[in-house]
């Protein structure tokens, strides 16, 4: 039998992810099962997590840094119910500078610690005519227009296929888990499409009717990227949006930072409930 040579980014690749996941190994205390990934001023969630081992991205052998706004910069291991979870209190983006390997590199070391099922959640602006700010939406499927794809190079084919199959990258059943658990809490869920930019501007009205008419529900910068990489390891996916504001092209005004961050913490909380009572069912 022949030797596959693996390409020299491969290798690469695989020493960072290693050398992560050793450092985070001796640190973490918990094997966990279930990777959640925090978004703008989404972090309230991790007040929930029992027995709580907090590491700073800064600390983490190849980690990025987090500099977007809400965005805590740390690796949380503990328990939520009985379940081992790992948490990331805010994620990178393209508009920071980072490549999308970079952006997407905390969910390949999530994988190699053990993770089977990944939550994303994000703050986004809403496009459907049904929907209000403060709404929570899961998330069915995304538009990827970040114009970029973090598959893009060598391909590993210890961590998943060359051509990874898109159609259930967002699990249903996990939506449906997801329905079940707000209908306890009296939580109301909308669901729809979410559409991934690169940002970090904000869509132009002509930008913003493209999309509706393509079929997008809500618009964000992140997401997308960790979808992709997450569906090519065979995670099982949950994706969850906070509407943050309505940014739509009919509207005299598009939201500025400061009003949708403020949304976001007066909206928080129903997230916080909804994961709080979803992530130990997984």
């Keep these: 039998m022949a030797t596959v040579t693996l390409p020299p980014a491969v290798l690469e690749a695989r020493a960072r992810c290693a050398e992560a996941t050793r450092y985070l190994s001796e640190r973490a205390g918990v094997r966990p099962r279930v990777g959640v990934v925090l978004g703008s001023g989404l972090?309230?969630?991790a007040h929930e997590v029992q027995g709580a081992v907090t590491v700073p991205y800064?600390?983490?052998?190849?980690?990025p840094v987090s500099t977007a706004p809400g965005h805590a910069g740390n690796l949380l291991f503990g328990t939520l119910g009985d379940q081992p979870v790992v948490l990331m209190q805010g994620r990178f983006h393209a508009y920071e500078g980072y490549t999308p390997q970079q952006v997407t590199f905390p969910i390949r070391v999530m994988k190699a610690l053990g993770v089977e099922t990944l939550v994303l959640t994000c703050?986004?602006?809403?496009?459907?005519p049904g929907f209000s700010a403060g709404d929570l939406m899961l998330i069915a499927d995304h538009l990827n227009l970040t114009g970029n794809n973090p598959l893009i190079g060598?391909?590993?084919?210890?961590?998943?296929?060359?051509?990874?199959?898109?159609?259930?990258?967002?699990?249903?059943?996990l939506r449906k888990l997801a329905r079940t658990v707000a209908q306890g809490h009296g939580l109301a869920?909308?669901?729809?499409?979410?559409a991934g930019i690169a940002g970090p501007a904000f869509f132009t009205p002509a930008e913003l009717q493209h999309l509706i008419t393509i079929g997008a529900d809500a618009i964000g910068m992140s997401t997308v990227p960790e979808a992709i990489v997450a569906a090519h390891m065979g995670l099982s996916v949950f994706g969850l949006a906070l509407i943050?504001?309505?940014a739509r092209p009919d509207l005299e005004r598009h939201?500025?930072?400061?009003?949708?961050?403020a949304t976001v913490k007066e909206s928080a909380g129903k997230a916080r409930a909804?994961?709080?009572?979803?992530?130990?069912?997984l």
């Design 43 to 45: 972090g309230e969630i």
């Design 58 to 63: 800064a600390q983490i052998p190849h980690f």
């Design 123 to 128: 703050a986004a602006g809403g496009l459907n």
């Design 154 to 173: 060598a391909n590993d084919p210890d961590l998943g296929p060359r051509f990874p199959v898109m159609f259930d990258a967002y699990r249903a059943e």
């Design 189 to 194: 869920l909308q669901e729809g499409i979410y």
């Design 244 to 246: 943050s504001d309505m």
């Design 255 to 261: 939201a500025t930072e400061t009003e949708i961050l």
């Design 274 to 281: 909804l994961l709080s009572g979803l992530i130990p069912l």
